[in-house]
């Protein structure tokens, strides 16, 4: 496992280190597909500002948002039996279905990270423990989606700072020892702060600057962003902000993120090399 000293550097150690060459760099289509919604929402185990637990309310917030992807923080319990907390039924409805991560029958994600979409095809699916002084995880799901391939990350770092670090260096090796293809990350990452003292510089050398993001926490009035939607190639992922409405602000303590998701034809095909990595690499 690489050590915090990682993202000093860039991927190139980690795919020598693999046995992965460097890619190159190919420009991209000008020819791209329709936008795809994708949000991330820590939903507090369904426990809203009003202490009530309803995830018919969650699911009505997600309905708001109307994605094509969602990473959800939080939908299973936390302690003993990690069963999901989440209304299947009212996703449905809604048009979306989990993924598969759970290794529990009555589950809906893996260290509570849970992924929805509306229209896709898993390829893989990868559960990451991850490193540090609290039990958390993350999932990585390739999927096969109409505009193409996508490489989606769904995470909930840890509160210490020296722990998101190494959660952090953790997420990189995982991408590393797969193929390049369109990457987004999303999920409550914890860390509000930018620059030199920021956790998320570890995610820098791939992603690109984590500067500041919306605000989501606390959801009735927003003053720090913890949740993040990141994406590679620069330039993939826009329009990033928050889902602020009367029943956002009740259902959980964390406001949802919304962004929008352009994938280019060329850098989405099956086998394609993506432009930037060779800056990343």
Same mark, same amino acid.
């Given at each position: 496992m690489p050590g915090p000293e990682?993202?000093?550097g860039s991927l190139a150690a980690l795919r020598q280190a693999h046995g992965i060459p460097a890619l190159p760099a190919v420009p991209p289509d000008p020819v791209s597909q329709a936008p795809v919604t994708v949000a991330s929402y820590n939903v507090h185990k369904c426990v809203g500002t009003d202490r009530r637990f309803d995830p018919a309310r $969650?699911? &009505? *917030? $997600? %309905?708001e948002i109307a994605p094509d992807i969602i990473a959800i923080q939080e939908a299973d319990r936390r302690f003993g039996r990690r069963t999901g907390l989440l209304d299947t039924a009212a996703l449905q409805e809604a048009g979306l279905? =989990? #993924?598969p991560i759970s290794r529990l029958p009555d589950g809906h994600g893996w260290h509570g990270n849970a992924l929805a979409v509306r229209a896709g095809t898993p390829l893989? =699916?990868? &559960? $990451? +423990? =991850?490193?540090g002084a609290e039990p958390r995880g993350a999932v990585i799901a390739e999927l096969e #989606?109409? +505009? %193409?391939? #996508?490489r989606v990350i769904a995470a909930h770092f840890g509160l210490l700072r020296r722990c998101r670090t190494r959660q952090g260096a953790a997420i990189l090796e995982a991408i590393a020892q797969g193929e390049a293809m369109p990457t987004l990350m999303m999920g409550d990452l914890n860390e509000w702060r930018p620059g030199r003292r920021s956790s998320l510089r570890v995610l820098e050398s791939f992603f690109g600057p984590a500067g500041f993001g919306p605000a989501s926490f606390p959801a009735r009035m927003p003053v720090f962003a913890l949740d993040r939607i990141l994406g590679w190639p620069? %330039? *993939? *992922?826009s329009e990033v902000r928050v889902h602020d409405t009367p029943l956002a602000r009740t +259902?959980?303590?964390h406001l949802p993120l919304k962004a929008k998701l352009v994938l280019h034809a060329r850098a989405a095909g099956q086998g394609a090399a993506i432009p930037g990595v060779q800056a990343a690499a």
């Open positions: 990682t993202p000093q $969650i699911a &009505r *917030v $997600i %309905g279905k =989990l #993924l893989s =699916l990868q &559960r $990451i +423990a =991850l490193p #989606l109409p +505009a %193409g391939k #996508l620069q %330039g *993939v *992922v +259902a959980s303590d």
